[in-house]
């Protein structure tokens, strides 16, 4: 008996007493078909087939040695529930991954979600991408196939080979490698990533940060406002200015200076060569610090700096000081 007669056959048990639930002859059983309601069947050449797909149950009659593929649609469009029985020396079943869509795949295929392929491609992260292609999962969620020779993926964003990924002002950006580079700067909000370009730094300056040319620029770390960075011209250096700090704070203010032609002092810049002494520049090679005091060279500070800033000098060479006293050897 051919299958279209056996299903004829069935249809007639339907109309000889299978209604709403099936109340069936001797040696014959219900199945609650998806297609077509509740039928009466002969188990020796059919049988019921149970289906589970995303959640939903459902039951589908076949020939005997037959299965069923289930899904809500078909993959090629076609109205309707996808239901078809298939035999599985020949076919597979394709169902979505989403458990949407089906079809039916030959057996020597293979299957990715409700696609069908051969060798010459590959189902990778519930795509069909090419055999030498790879998959891309952006952060949406979806997935794109891309050539690694000529692309690459780097943390679900697809980039050239040649391009590297920058994750700065709450975006991602690729960058080509020869041109720009991705650098990191230390902030006291935290870490903050900037695109310069290739001979650039980064600098923070006063909670600004930016790209900066190595060949006319110096970045200073720390030593700017609020504990920021300095950025000086090439060639200049940092020094400590005089500070008055708001109470509590501890940091040290710091300006550029150019030490080919000044001197870095314990509070002030100085003329090149100069050194400081409280609070004051002299040249070394004229006079000498003494206790706070400048004093000519050869000379030496006789007793102690008075209250309104006086003090006295003599040259060692023809006096002595006593208890503050100046007198001649």
């Keep these: 008996m051919t299958l279209g007669?056996?299903?004829?056959?069935?249809?007639?048990?339907?109309?000889?007493?299978?209604?709403?639930q099936c109340s069936c002859?001797?040696?014959y059983e219900c199945c609650n078909d998806v297609r077509n309601g509740y039928l009466c069947y002969n188990p020796r050449e059919y049988e019921c087939n149970t289906v589970v797909n995303a959640g939903v149950?459902?039951?589908?009659?076949?020939?005997?040695?037959?299965?069923?593929?289930?899904?809500?649609?078909?993959a090629n469009g076609a109205t309707g529930a996808f239901v078809r029985c298939y035999n599985p020396a020949l076919y597979q079943c394709a169902v979505s991954f989403d458990g949407?869509?089906?079809?039916?795949?030959?057996i020597t295929e293979k299957a990715c979600g409700d696609r069908c392929f051969g060798g010459d491609h590959q189902c990778t992260d519930g795509v069909l991408c090419g055999a030498t292609e790879k998959s891309c999962v952006f952060t949406n969620g979806t997935v794109r196939c891309y050539y690694p020779a000529t692309h690459q993926c780097i943390d679900g964003v697809l980039c050239g080979a040649d391009e590297g990924l920058c994750a700065f002002n709450n975006t991602r950006q690729c960058f080509k490698l020869a041109e720009h580079k991705c650098l990191t700067v230390s902030t006291p909000a935290g870490n903050v990533n900037?695109?310069?370009?290739?001979?650039?730094g980064a600098c923070n300056v006063d909670g600004d940060v930016q790209c900066y040319g190595?060949?006319?620029?110096?970045?200073?770390?720390?030593?700017?406002?609020?504990?920021?960075d300095l950025l000086c011209a090439a060639g200049e250096r940092a020094c400590a200015g005089n500070q008055q700090p708001a109470p509590g704070e501890v940091l040290r203010e710091f300006q550029c200076?150019?030490?080919?032609?000044?001197?870095?002092?314990?509070?002030?810049?100085?003329?090149a060569g100069e050194l400081e002494?409280?609070?004051?520049?002299?040249?070394?090679?004229?006079?000498v610090c003494d206790g706070g005091a400048i004093c000519e060279v050869n000379s030496r500070l006789c007793g102690a700096i008075r209250t309104d800033g006086g003090y006295q000098c003599y040259d060692t060479r023809r006096y002595y000081c006593n208890n503050g006293v100046v007198l001649p050897n």
């Excluded at 149950?57 to 078909?74: D, I, N, S």
């Excluded at 190595?214 to 200073?220: A, G, I, M, S, Y």
């Design 25 to 27: 002859g001797a040696g």
């Design 57 to 74: 149950v459902v039951q589908a009659m076949c020939e005997k040695g037959f299965r069923t593929c289930y899904a809500p649609r078909a």
């Design 214 to 228: 190595k060949e006319t620029h110096d970045c200073f770390a720390g030593k700017g406002l609020r504990g920021t």
């Design 257 to 271: 200076y150019n030490f080919a032609n000044q001197t870095c002092g314990e509070s002030q810049l100085c003329a």
């Design 5 to 20: 007669v056996k299903y004829i056959f069935v249809m007639l048990l339907l109309a000889a007493g299978a209604f709403a």
């Design 100 to 106: 949407q869509t089906g079809d039916l795949c030959q």
């Design 194 to 200: 900037i695109l310069c370009g290739v001979n650039e």
């Design 277 to 287: 002494c409280s609070g004051r520049c002299y040249n070394p090679s004229v006079y």
